[in-house]
């Protein structure tokens, strides 16, 4: 049971560059989200998918773009690399709401943009 | 606006002493509130959750307790081990049509042998 997987584990890349981190769940849940957490600032809502064939932005979207591809995967997208969009990345998903089901989070991939 | 404080931000213990993590929260309509541990390099694993009828919980050396009137709750970690350092994070969601729950900031506790 290999829950919510993120890949890369680690990545760096220049500025300007573009790349899409991966992430895929096997519990079947509807909801999946993007965060990103920063040394003093927490886990920060990037992006998040309610159900499949939906997304809306969360807390910090800009310079961001996803995918829900199917209900096992949801990508996330940048562009056009930043300095500022060096950080850990997290992958998450839930199952039933109404149930109080917790969040699933993957182990993060790691971004340094130079 | 919906928001979750944690106090304090860091903790260092010793090893076999016991320690209580805080969170206030501010989210409405309240449905329920998580206690997540991340280890350095992990992602959060949930501890506990506590709903609006719930006072107290227990998982092994870890108790949650909420006070939904004054809207806090607490995490008591007892007889601290040195797996036991990590960050600790309250998380709390709505009842109403959000998906998101709101993330506090952690408390980052280090038990020192």
């Known amino acids: 049971n290999a829950g919510v997987t993120q890949t890369p584990k680690f990545q760096v890349l220049k500025t300007g560059q573009s790349m899409t981190l991966q992430c895929a769940q096997d519990?079947?849940?509807?909801?999946m989200y993007w965060y990103r957490q920063d040394p003093g600032m927490g886990l920060r809502l990037i992006y998040y998918s309610a159900s499949e064939g939906t997304t809306d932005k969360g807390e910090v979207p800009n310079g961001y773009n996803v995918s829900r591809l199917n209900k096992r995967e949801f990508s996330l997208r940048l562009e056009s690399a930043a300095p500022s969009q060096t950080s850990v990345y997290f992958c998450a998903s839930r199952g039933d709401r109404a149930l109080n089901q917790p969040q699933h989070f993957g182990d993060g991939t790691r971004l340094s943009i130079l | 606006k919906n928001q979750v404080e944690q106090s304090p931000q860091s903790l260092i213990i010793l090893e076999g002493k016991n320690c209580t993590l805080q969170c206030n929260y501010t989210v409405s309509p309240f449905s329920n509130l998580r206690w997540y541990k991340q280890d350095t390099g992990r992602g959060p694993v949930s501890l506990t959750i506590?709903?609006?009828?719930?006072n107290t919980k227990s998982n092994g050396r870890y108790t949650a307790t909420l006070d939904a009137d004054t809207k806090q709750s607490s995490l008591h970690i007892t007889a601290s081990q040195l797996s036991d350092s990590a960050s600790y994070i309250c998380v709390v969601s709505s009842s109403g049509g959000s998906y998101i729950p709101t993330f506090g900031r952690g408390t980052s506790l280090i038990v020192h042998p």
């Open positions: 506590m709903t609006f009828s719930e």
């Open positions: 519990m079947n849940h509807n909801s």
